[in-house]
């Protein structure tokens, strides 16, 4: 069976506040730790009122210390809003800290509005344009350390400095970040649940074009998916109903907390306002265990991923455990567990 992760948005509904996600993404990974999930990584956004967690290297040495045998990580680091030796020293305290138990993904989006990002970098050093490409370099050389000779870098050293930096990860949802994680040989993460570029596409791109290198001798591609299960489709489909309105607010640049389904059910939806719904759900698997392994099995035969990466963002904190629950169940997770 194909190995199952999260990735959690610590999300704030309308009557959970931001406290409260942040400890529920706590229990989250306690129950995902005993169900057999593999990874439980932790997104960076800014400035939006539906996600609690701006910060997911704090709650990385959080939940790693409550969990014991889970992977905890970034899900990712948005790269471009912090200055890579911050990176490099704080992943290489995590990874001493929780040796063989954390992930360093990284995005080059900037995970917000474009005020907020300017708020988060203008005390940087800012580069013109787009300097992913920099950063990440600079970020793997204080690894490395093959600054050129003469270099001030080469004075500077990442503390601990007895510890790597944890498998580096890239982050992507179009063409570009396939073929980059696959030129420099890093593990990849294509988010499905928010793409508009075919995603089987950029898993067969990473894998056809792969270079092996010090970082990774051989390619392992996460699929990312959104997916709400429930004992029953009916119940699954009240559950996603918020996620429905929710997307549809986003799209409109309405970033509010998660609605509750009875908020969803009773919203007066307009045809164009039900055809945008319905063309989100392609990006959506719901349903109880079976109906949902019946959507996802034919994107994952064409896409062949090495672990699949859920998302869960239901307005009921027991019931997005309970999905978790149930999805780890259809997949044979708790019986590997057992073994």
Known sequence: MIPLSILDLSVVTTTTKPATALRNSIDLARHADQLGYVRYWLAEHHNLASVASPAPDLMIGQIAAVTKRIRVGSGGVMLPN?????????FKMLEALFPGRIDLGLGRAPGTDGATAYALRSRLDRREGDDFLERLHELTLWETRDFPP??????????????????????GSSDYSSELAAQVGMGFAFAHHFATHDAVDAMVNYRAHFKP???????????????????TDAEAERLA?????????RDRGQYLPLPS???????PYADAERASIARNRSRLFVGQPATVRQKLDPLIAASEPD?????TAVFDHEARKKSYALLAEAFGLATQEAA
């Open 82 to 90: 912090h200055a890579p030796l911050m990176v490099a020293e704080r």
């Open 150 to 171: 003469g270099h001030p870098y080469n004075n500077v050293v990442a503390m601990p400095d007895d510890t790597p930096l944890p498998p580096i990860w890239l982050l």
């Open 241 to 249: 109903s918020s996620m429905d309105l929710n997307r549809l607010r």
């Open 261 to 267: 389904p009875e908020e969803a059910l009773a919203y």
């Open 213 to 231: 290198s010090g970082w990774r001798s051989t390619p392992h591609a996460i699929l990312a998916v959104a997916i709400v299960v429930a004992e």
């Open 307 to 311: 672990e699949l990466m859920v998302i």
